[in-house]
């Protein structure tokens, strides 16, 4: 008799107690948005997305403090088509668990986080550093689903890319500039042009 092995067709996944519904809309930049730069307040963070699976190790660091928040995450969108629902499990870790699971193969995304509030809405505002730098994204949340249905595209905002998978996390990690570069090409969202470009 052979061995039981554990695969995706046989493995049963309950609903987490501890799962939240997470509404956002995901925007695309051309820069920061006016009224915030480069060296106002802002989180240093690290994405680790754990190869082939829905998990993220990530890193939060706060230059003023030199203080650490670690976040164990698994985050998906039940429905493939609407990713601006997504469900969302965080566990927070202490150094020694960070480090325990730094060891599994991951893509890294790191990024600089400032925080801007327009029209009494709070958004997070991405400035990607290393092979995405030059990638600015806008992400706002929502606490149910007729604001998040009817919300407009801001106007510091190129376009919404919220359903445009290749701007998750995930697939982001995976990816350069140039590979982003392509998309916007391919979904004509290069209609604004940096200064001197033309």
Request: charged share 30%; proline share 4%.
């Amino acid at each position: 008799m052979g061995v039981a092995r554990l695969t995706d067709r046989n493995t049963i996944v309950p609903e987490s107690k501890y799962a939240r519904v997470e509404r956002e809309r995901r925007y695309l930049l051309q820069d920061l948005p006016e009224g915030l730069s480069r060296a106002d307040h802002h989180l240093q963070i690290t994405d680790n997305y754990l190869t082939g699976t829905r998990l993220r190790l990530r890193k939060v660091r706060d230059p003023r403090t030199n203080k650490w928040v670690v976040k164990f995450t698994q985050k998906f969108a039940p429905n493939p088509n609407d990713l601006s629902r997504t469900t969302i499990t965080n566990t927070y870790l202490n150094a020694t668990e960070a480090e325990t699971l730094a060891i599994f193969e991951a893509n890294e995304i790191r990024k600089n986080r400032y925080h801007f509030e327009f029209e009494g809405r709070q958004f997070s505002v991405d400035m990607f550093l290393g092979d995405l730098f030059g990638l600015v994204l806008a992400e706002v949340s929502f606490d149910n689903d007729d604001e998040l249905d009817n919300f407009p595209l801001p106007p510091f905002a190129v376009a919404d890319v919220t359903n445009n998978e290749i701007f998750t996390g995930g697939r982001l990690s995976q990816l350069s500039l140039a590979d982003i570069k392509d998309e916007l090409v391919r979904n004509g969202l290069t209609k604004t042009k940096s200064a001197g470009s033309e």
